[in-house]
Structure formats: C-alpha cells, structure tokens
C-alpha cells in the first residue's frame, strides 16, 4: 500500500475544505454565500477563515453594499497554488496502483 500524502493541514480540515474548494470554482464569494454552501456557523465560518487569511490562503475585503456590510473572500495565488497541490496529491493517492487489490 502506498503511504499516504503529506496533505496541507491548513487546507485539509474538513471545514476548510469546503471553504476552499468552493472559492476554487469561483472568483470571490461572500461571506452568506459560503455560510450557506458550507453548512458552518457564523462563528465557526469566521474562525476557519482567519486561519486561512493568517496561513495567507484567503484574502477578505469588508465593504458595504448600499448601507450593509458585505464580506468578499477569495483565494489568494498561494492559496490557489496550495489547494491545486492539495488535489494533485489526492487524486494521486486514490488513483495509485498499490491501492487496488
């Protein structure tokens, strides 16, 4: 059996995973927007993203839309870059020959 890859903790915590693989297939995204497809908590939400805009993957721009507060988040190039590599190196694993069997 091969061993498993050395995945990017930052990245592989399920949480965070949902967040960055729905920023993957976007551009940017506003905080609601990722409250709603990821099923976290506001507070679990903004926990998991300042971890991953302290780790440098995500970057947030607070600003209004009309008179209300809007939150956009996206992923940086590094954060793109990591979660690209985080894929790789999974899709690699689940596909290895040493697997089967």
């Known amino acids: ?5 050395d995945l990017d903790p930052l990245i592989h915590a399920p949480a ?3 967040i960055v693989s729905a920023l ?9 927007y ?8 506001k507070g679990n939400l903004s926990t998991h993203l300042s971890k991953l805009e302290n780790g440098g993957y ?5 600003t209004y839309r009309g008179k209300r507060p809007l939150t956009l988040i996206r992923l940086t190039p590094e954060g793109r870059a ?6 790789r190196e999974m899709l690699n694993f689940l596909d290895s020959p040493a697997r089967e069997g």
């Open 34 to 41: 990722l409250l709603h497809i990821t099923g976290l908590t």
């Open 24 to 32: 993957s297939l976007l551009d940017e995204a506003d905080f609601l």
């Open 58 to 62: 995500v970057a947030i721009e607070k």
């Open 16 to 18: 965070r995973l949902k």
């Open 1 to 5: 059996m091969s061993a498993f890859p």
């Open 82 to 87: 990591a979660f690209d590599a985080y894929r």
